[in-house]
């Protein structure tokens, strides 16, 4: 995944200067997007019956890191699309961490969504 938002880009930056870095979310969700969340996309979590998941991270290696375990995001309810993910420190609202485009996923009605273990990765 790349793509690091403001906020964690910022938070970066002021601790290289200096400041003291903010403490660690007690998790980090993942949300599926229909569009770039920084140009008008639209979170499709919560539309269509499926919600935010806290990602469980496997340990750190070669500069990367990824989900250990499946992440299921529910059945849904409705139709829709799914271009993006996002990473946030809450499960409703929060701070933005980072986001990445995905292949599109037509969703339907009664699917369930799952990312398979370390499928969402993040890396430098």
């Known amino acids: 995944m790349s793509d690091m938002q403001s906020y964690l880009g910022d938070t970066l ?17 993942v949300a ?5 969340p920084d140009s008008g996309g639209t979170e499709v979590t919560g539309t269509v019956g499926l919600t935010r998941q806290a990602v469980t991270w496997g ?13 299921s995001f529910g ?3 409705g139709s829709t699309t799914a271009t993006f993910v996002q990473l946030l420190d809450a499960a409703s609202g929060g701070n933005k961490l980072s986001k990445k485009a995905i ?7 009664g699917e369930q969504v799952i990312i398979s273990a370390t499928n969402l990765g993040l890396s430098y």
């Open 13 to 29: 930056l002021n601790w290289i200067k200096g400041t003291a870095f903010a403490s660690a979310p007690a998790a980090v969700y």
């Open 32 to 36: 599926l997007f229909n569009g770039d």
């Open 59 to 71: 340990a750190v290696a070669a500069r990367a890191v990824s989900n250990s375990a499946q992440i």
């Open 75 to 77: 059945t849904a309810s």
């Open 103 to 109: 292949t599109s996923a037509s969703i339907t009605p």
